[in-house]
Nanobody, 116 residues
Framework: QVQLVESGGGLVQAGGSLTLSCAAS????????MNWYRQAPGKERELVAG????????NYADSVKGRFTISRDNAKNTVYLQMNSLKPEDTAVYYC?????????WGQGTQVTVSA
C-alpha cells in the first residue's frame, strides 16, 4: 500500500522557518521524482519544488527560489522541504507528490500558516 505522510506544518510568524517532511512507503522511493506542491484557498495547486531521482537535481517555483530547499534521503525514504524567510503568501496546504512516468502518488497534505 502506497503511503505519503507529510509532517512539520504549523503556524509561524513572517520571517520564520519550517521544515516539512514526507515519509514514503509502498513503492521504490529512490526511483521516483519527488515534488512539493501547495494550494492556497481559492487558488489552484502549484508546484513549489521538485527533486529528481536520477541525479538529485532540483527545481523551484520563482516565488520560493532562494528561500526554500528541497532534499531527499533515499535511505530513509523521506523528502524534505526547508522553508526559510516565510511570507504570509506562503500560507497553503502543502502536498507531497511522487512521480515516475504515468505513476503519481499524493500525500494528504499539511497546513502551513504564516502570520504577518
Amino acid at each position: 500500500q502506497v503511503q505519503l505522510v507529510e509532517s512539520g506544518g504549523g503556524l509561524v510568524q513572517a520571517g520564520g522557518s519550517l521544515t516539512l517532511s514526507c515519509a514514503a512507503s509502498g513503492f521504490t522511493f529512490s526511483m521516483y521524482a519527488m515534488n512539493w506542491y501547495r494550494q492556497a484557498p481559492g487558488k489552484e495547486r502549484e508546484l513549489v519544488a521538485g527533486i529528481k531521482s536520477a541525479d538529485g537535481s532540483t527545481n523551484y517555483a520563482d516565488s520560493v527560489k532562494g528561500r526554500f530547499t528541497i532534499s531527499r534521503d533515499n535511505a530513509k525514504n523521506t523528502v524534505y522541504l526547508q522553508m526559510n524567510s516565510l511570507k504570509p503568501e506562503d500560507t497553503a496546504v502543502y502536498y507531497c507528490n511522487a512521480k515516475r512516468g504515468v505513476w503519481a502518488y499524493w500525500g494528504q497534505g499539511t497546513q502551513v500558516t504564516v502570520s504577518a
